[in-house]
């Protein structure tokens, strides 16, 4: 079964700087990849979709990249700001959308 | 409304008890899904319908879990003689299309004591 590895320890980092996190995913590559933000008590909210033939994809302050050869997606937030602060799911789709543990994320003022 | 709402939000259940949770999908949403979420992990997938018809299971736990969508709208996720293990918040959530960008409601929180 497909395994995705994210970041465990949360990421802190100060505003203002870039915010970057990683997904890794064994065996085969996704037909895509989404990134979902989440705070808590709440569901998790979609932000982007990268497709399998895609490198790079953006929106506003964020940025996706996919490098199926090293099996990683990585999610890039710049000049990050305090309400950023959440847990980021990576969740690629194979049978079904497989989630991340995901990785919590702390920017301070 | 405008989003995925679900009910209850909380739900505490003596063990060996049967629970219902509902949720109610964004209108015109053909597609609808459930996960369960143990806390300090991400969502695990149980069940996916499209319209009515369940078309993957494959991630429900035992054969306590049944899930229903009789008229392809609200969704029932039944849990029966709940044990302790079955504590999480359960997520519904919908999309226009099977996995494109999935709207999630706030999850209902439950408790098996």
């Known amino acids: 079964s497909q395994k995705i590895e994210q970041n465990s320890e949360a990421l802190n980092i100060q505003e203002g700087k870039t915010a970057t996190l990683t997904c890794n995913y064994t065996n085969y590559s996704p037909a895509y990849l989404q990134w979902y933000r989440q705070d808590p008590g709440r569901g998790p909210v979609f932000l982007l979709l990268?497709?399998?033939?895609?490198k790079e994809k953006r929106k506003e302050r964020l940025k996706v990249t996919f490098d199926t050869t090293l099996k990683q997606s990585l999610f890039h937030i710049t000049a990050s700001q305090p309400a950023d602060s959440a847990t980021y799911l990576c969740a690629p789709l194979y049978s079904t959308l497989t989630f991340g543990k995901g990785t919590m994320l702390l920017v301070s003022p | 409304g405008a989003g995925v709402s679900q009910s209850p939000r909380y739900k505490v259940a003596k063990r060996g008890q049967d629970v219902a949770l509902r949720c109610d999908p964004i209108?015109?949403?053909?597609?609808l899904f459930w996960y369960q979420q143990a806390l300090g992990q991400g969502p695990e997938f149980l069940t996916y319908f499209q319209n009515e018809a369940q078309l993957d299971k494959s991630g429900l736990p035992s054969d306590r879990f049944f899930a229903e969508r009789p008229e392809g709208s609200v969704s029932t996720l039944k849990i029966q003689r709940t044990q302790q293990e079955d504590s999480a918040v359960y997520l519904c959530?919908?999309?226009?299309?099977?996995?494109?960008?999935?709207?999630f409601g706030p999850g209902t929180r439950l408790t098996v004591l």
């Open positions: 209108s015109g949403h053909v597609s």
């Open positions: 990268i497709r399998e033939n895609e």
């Open positions: 959530a919908s999309s226009g299309y099977r996995g494109v960008e999935q709207f």
